[in-house]
């Protein structure tokens, strides 16, 4: 069955850099297009980015645009984001999702998140 | 970027209700319209995709309509394990965005 598993998340301090990882079992990780969301604690969701199957497209939220990078190595199955100039306000629980096709169409299936927390 | 709105913000239900939660576009996206049901402490599960189609898995009494900017997801005869929030998104246009959410919750 699809897993993903994500890792790297902890306490930073603003302005600082962090990197979240994704390793993804259970299918043919080349095949589907790649998305991190995040959710702040005790609000809604928010989309932050996505990659294509091959790492040919990407797109990001404008509020993380010029400070995250996502992106992926599909020989060891896994998927990056990349973050830096942390702010409070991307204080969230990160969740990898894979998506329904090898783009950007449908969020399918989520990991179970962790947890980055900018604070001085 | 595309807004996504939710009614009502919350709904108070007994097992066995019908419940309708509706979702509205800023602007037209035809039917690229997920809903998500989240649990707490738990990830988002996707219910329906493309506005109406049912993931696998999902019991059908969980069903989606509506094109262009005016969604429904409703749920017949709701059972103890789906009150939960649930989300709207659209992925017509980027960034993709979330409703606000519908909290459904034991009346």
């Known amino acids: 069955q699809v897993q993903l598993v994500e890792s790297g998340g902890g306490v930073v301090q603003p302005g600082k850099s962090l990197r979240l990882s994704c390793t993804a079992s259970?299918?043919?990780?080349?095949?589907?297009?790649m998305h991190w969301v995040r959710q702040a604690p005790g609000k809604g969701l928010e989309w932050v980015a996505v990659i294509w199957f091959d790492g040919s497209n990407e797109y990001y939220t404008e509020s993380v645009k010029g400070r995250f990078t996502i992106s992926r190595d599909n020989s060891k199955n896994t998927v990056f984001l990349q973050m830096s100039s942390l702010r409070a306000e991307d204080t969230a629980v990160y969740y990898c999702?894979?998506?329904w096709g090898r783009g950007a169409t449908t969020l399918e299936f989520w990991g179970q998140g962790t947890l980055v927390t900018v604070s001085s | 970027d595309i807004q996504m709105t939710q009614s009502p913000s919350s709904v108070s239900a007994s097992v066995g209700d019908r419940v309708t939660i509706t979702c509205r576009a800023s602007q037209g996206i035809s039917s690229w319209l997920a809903w998500f049901q989240q649990k707490p402490g738990k990830a988002p599960k996707l219910l329906i995709y493309t506005a109406s189609t049912l993931q696998s898995g999902v019991p059908s009494r969980f069903s989606g309509s509506g094109s262009g900017t005016d969604f429904t997801l409703t749920i017949t005869s709701l059972q103890p394990e789906d009150f939960a929030t649930y989300y709207c998104q659209q992925g017509s246009i980027f960034p993709f965005t979330f409703g606000p959410g519908t909290k459904v919750d034991i009346k």
């Open positions: 259970g299918f043919t990780f080349s095949d589907f297009g």
């Open positions: 999702v894979r998506d």
